[in-house]
């Protein structure tokens, strides 16, 4: 294996790099057996503000990995991962062999409080993705009931866009829609009662769903027949916002298990202009432990 720097993909034997995010790597096996799957390698880069970051936060990859494999393991509904093939050695840990999908653009987006962009448009109409709220609600405060606040999954190198259900409607057809809601609601659902069990709160996430074609063909998209089934990362600190609730109770809204860490550093010290500044130590340090400090929680306090 070559070496691999902080923000690098790695060479994989047998597997051939095809796309590298701001955070994942994917391969395509050089097997035309499995061709039908997918390798997805979390890799420990951070990016804030639309940039990649340096240095990388040691161990990210693996706590997004074990985290979404763990979530996996305790939500009713279809996912991606396969095993049809081993994960490769070299990135053993931090990778998941998935299936192919036929991804909906849509970023499924459940808020079950109200905080960062969605408190930003409630403070400017009184809503979120076309969703009235009550008037009165406070930043962090919990809405009456958990919403569904879609975003358009924009083609690389542009910015996602949030959009309303109707708008999700003419991408993806009113069945689709009517079940990617459903199931957004669902899990969250699920997933929340979860995190009290951590002593946490979930205050909102975003999934991304697609078409598994080897699956009971109970929905169709872009031509594609199959079963809608949940992909990518699922509830990590990445995708989720997740507060202490003994925190929560006493008033204090804004300590989240993210990187929000790095955000509010570069916020300060940065004026989005020209090439970020390289991170401190200590901030690199501060954000690994809250990204380990989550993945404990939640798999040692939860059956």
């Not at 994942?24 to 997805?40: G, K, N, T």
């Amino acid at each position: 294996m070559a070496a691999e720097s902080a923000n690098a993909a790695v060479n994989i034997a047998g597997w051939n790099h095809v796309y590298s995010g701001k955070v994942r790597d994917l391969y395509e096996s050089q097997d035309p057996a499995l061709q039908h799957v997918i390798l997805v390698v979390a890799s420990d880069r951070v990016s804030a503000f639309d940039h990649v970051l340096e240095p990388a936060i040691t161990g990210k990859g693996k706590h997004l990995t074990a985290l979404t494999n763990w979530w996996f393991d305790r939500l009713e509904v279809p996912n991606h991962l396969s095993t049809d093939v081993a994960v490769p050695a070299e990135v053993a840990g931090r990778a998941t062999v998935a299936k192919k999908l036929e991804m909906f653009p849509v970023e499924c987006v459940v808020r079950g409080y109200i905080s960062g962009s969605g408190w930003k448009d409630y403070q400017a109409n009184g809503s979120i993705c076309g969703v009235q709220l009550p008037e009165g609600l406070t930043f962090g405060g919990r809405l009456p009931e958990p919403i569904f606040t879609p975003a358009y999954k924009a083609p690389m190198g542009e910015h996602d866009e949030n959009i309303t259900f109707d708008q999700v409607v003419e991408l993806i057809g009113q069945a689709n829609a009517d079940a990617l809601r459903k199931l957004s609601l669902d899990v969250f659902k699920r997933a929340s009662e979860l995190a009290e069990h951590a002593g946490l709160i979930l205050a909102d996430t975003k999934f991304e769903f697609g078409i598994d074609p080897s699956g009971e063909p109970t929905a169709t998209f872009n031509g594609v027949s199959g079963t809608i089934t949940l992909g990518d990362e699922v509830l990590t600190p990445d995708s989720s916002r997740f507060w202490s609730k003994a925190a929560w109770d006493r008033g204090e809204r804004k300590d989240s298990f993210d990187k929000q860490i790095v955000r509010n550093w570069l916020a300060e010290n940065w004026n989005q202009e020209g090439t970020p500044p390289v991170l401190p130590a200590e901030i690199v340090a501060q954000t690994a432990d809250k990204y380990a400090e989550l993945v404990e929680r939640l798999t040692t306090e939860v059956a």
